[in-house]
């Protein structure tokens, strides 16, 4: 028997918004609304938060660092990555997460 992998694209969800809070703050949360989704009953202007979750201890694997999870309408997902998608200024060597930006969440599975 043959195992076949299939590919099956990414579904992005874009929210706009900004994180809340100190970097280290454990109750950081990401609020904003979605501009653009591709998962059905996520709908453009739904407010949307994401938060991390981290490991209380040192760990040796990178799964176990710590998980986004997207709260928006009645779903709660797990985030398989959560990155800004706004680009700064030439040089600029850090951005600041606070300041309303695009965002893009891409769920697990």
Not at 9 to 16: A, F, M
Not at 34 to 56: Q, Y
Not at 83 to 105: F, K, L, P, Y
Request: charged share 20%; glycine share 12%; aromatic share 6%.
């Amino acid at each position: 028997m043959l195992n076949r992998m299939v590919h099956t694209s990414e579904q992005i969800i874009t929210i706009h918004g900004a994180w809340h809070g100190q970097t280290n703050e454990p109750g950081r949360v990401f609020k904003g609304k979605i501009v653009r989704s591709d998962l059905p009953g996520l709908r453009k202007g739904t407010n949307a938060e994401v938060t991390f979750g981290h490991s209380a201890g040192r760990t040796h694997d990178a799964a176990e660092h710590g998980t986004y999870t997207l709260i928006a309408g009645s779903k709660t997902l797990p985030l398989m990555s959560f990155i800004c998608r706004s680009v700064g200024t030439t040089g600029q060597h850090r951005t600041n997460d606070t300041q309303e930006a695009d965002w893009q969440a891409v769920p697990l599975g």
